[in-house]
């Protein structure tokens, strides 16, 4: 009897314990999302827009989206994410701003990105770079990768995509 109780004793405090974290909606953020080279080809100066996609480009098109949070979990509005990528060729637009452009995250931390899928180029697995700021805080400069391509330490930045008739779906939460 005695042991029954305190098994229940048990249960009833894990489920207070639990309580707080179920009733925020919340699971573990876990780890800050990690940087990655800059490379050569970033350019100052991007301008605002949610789509970098060209109607003539021989690559899919690709919608981006996610969540960029703090180490806590909490969304983060007005994060800029400052993305930059090669075109269907494998060329990165070093004269104008071609697959150049910042996004900002609305109140509940969530950006979107329309472009084209980048190719891989000069052996290096296919990638977006992206910088994001935190408006007076934290600044991120990353990568990010796409499923089956990454390796070693890349495969934290691997992308969850989804092939639909209309182009590619990718998904890719940030931790800041
Ligand atoms: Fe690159």
Redesign the pocket.
Known sequence: MDSVNNRRRVLLLGAALALPFAARGQTACGAVTPQDME?P?YKPGAPLRASLAEAGSAADKMLLTGVVRAADCKPLANVSLDFWH?DDKGEYDNAGYRYRGIVTTDWQGRYRLETNLPPPYSG?PR?I?VKLQRVGGRALTTQLYFPGEARGADRALVVKMERRPEGRIADFDFIL
Request: a positive charge; glycine letters at 16%.
């Open positions: 490379g080809f090669a290096r990638h770079h």
